[in-house]
């Protein structure tokens, strides 16, 4: 019985220490430090709503928004995933034609390769500065709008995730929708909050 009741004791100074003390100095010096990231680095919109996660892609299919890479889950957060088919697999090839359609890419007006693949966790919510600018033209238009305008944005928003070691500068595609329609609204709003995404 002295043993069963030592075992009880350690058990449960443990799981104090472990779980419980190690659990609330991790979250207390992340929300000290980085609560923004600590709590999602979540976006909202101008009305205070929040819209999703600057870390989560999201689907978007209206004309006056950018489109975000392909994802082979179904931007469904609780199952990143890539598709793990091989280049010669025809639901693959399927989807990279459709995707080739639905953007207009031609050969002489060729699609950036972040555009046709999805990354590998189907999830990531940057697209090349490249892979941006192949899209104004159709976002203007959609907006009736300048393309000067939408580049300010796209100039303001693009960034070098390792700084001058990485010349090839990123946008977030929920950040740049969500500065459109700030400054350039459109009659189609249309991002999605994740819970959304996920239940397509």
């Not at 892609?57 to 995933?81: D, V």
Request: hydrophobic residues 40%; contains cysteine.
């Amino acid at each position: 019985m002295q043993t069963l009741l030592a075992s009880l004791r350690i058990t449960a100074a443990t799981m104090l220490v472990c779980v419980v003390g190690y659990v609330a100095i991790i979250r207390g010096t992340a929300q000290l430090l980085v609560p923004e990231s600590a709590n999602g680095s979540l976006l909202t919109d101008a009305a205070g709503t929040t819209v999703g996660s600057r870390l989560i892609a999201q689907s978007f299919e209206r004309p006056s928004y950018f489109w975000p890479r392909p994802s082979a889950c179904g931007y469904n957060a609780a199952g990143a995933a890539g598709s793990n088919k091989s280049p010669t697999s025809d639901d693959l090839t399927q989807r990279a034609s459709t995707t080739v359609g639905r953007f207009g890419a031609s050969a002489d007006r060729p699609l950036p390769a972040d555009l046709a693949a999805a990354s590998g966790g189907g999830l990531d919510p940057h697209i090349t500065l490249e892979a941006v600018r192949y899209q104004v033209t159709r976002v203007a238009a959609a907006r009736t709008v300048s393309e000067k305008s939408v580049n300010d944005i796209i100039d303001r928003l693009a960034f070098s995730p390792g700084g001058p070691f990485t010349p090839d500068r990123l946008i977030n595609v929920l950040e740049l929708n969500l500065a459109l329609d700030a400054e350039l609204p459109s009659n189609s709003i249309d991002y999605r909050t994740p819970s959304a995404a996920s239940a397509q």
